[in-house]
């Protein structure tokens, strides 16, 4: 005899990666670093941005976006915090440099934490460098 499927009012169970699911609405972890980069790179079409198509899928496209001379690498989490690697900056500076551009990582924050959940990380000389070339206009963002 074979095994029928269950339903509760009227929904037919839907295969996910997971196994069964009734409730498919909230986004994948794919989906939600995707949107990450999206974001990111939305924000940054005035200076240049990109997505990088087919990030991390095909070998010779580092990153995940591309903004004026910086290259990104997206990482975020639901969680209250990311762990940042020798590893993870060590990749990010080593496929930045492939492409002679400056490495960064995004970081996006799901947590409940309130305030900034979105930052980036660059290199400290890098940092400096910025602040040199704006001068006494930085005082406007602080």
Not at 22 to 41: G, I, V
Request: glycine share 12%; charged share 30%; proline share 6%.
């Amino acid at each position: 005899m074979p095994r029928s499927g269950f339903s509760l009012g009227g929904d037919s169970p839907r295969k996910s990666s997971k196994g069964f699911n009734l409730e498919d609405k909230e986004p994948t972890k794919r989906q939600k670093s995707m949107a990450q980069e999206d974001r990111l790179a939305a924000r940054a079409r005035q200076s240049q941005g990109r997505r990088v198509p087919a990030s991390g899928a095909i070998p010779g496209m580092p990153g995940d976006v591309e903004v004026f001379r910086f290259l990104l690498e997206a990482k975020r989490t639901d969680s209250a915090g990311l762990y940042l690697s020798e590893v993870k900056l060590g990749k990010a500076e080593d496929e930045a440099v492939g492409k002679a551009m400056v490495p960064g990582i995004a970081h996006e924050l799901g947590g409940k934490k309130k305030g900034r959940q979105n930052w980036i990380t660059i290199p400290e000389d890098v940092f400096f460098a910025m602040l040199d070339a704006v001068g006494g206009e930085a005082e406007k963002w602080a």
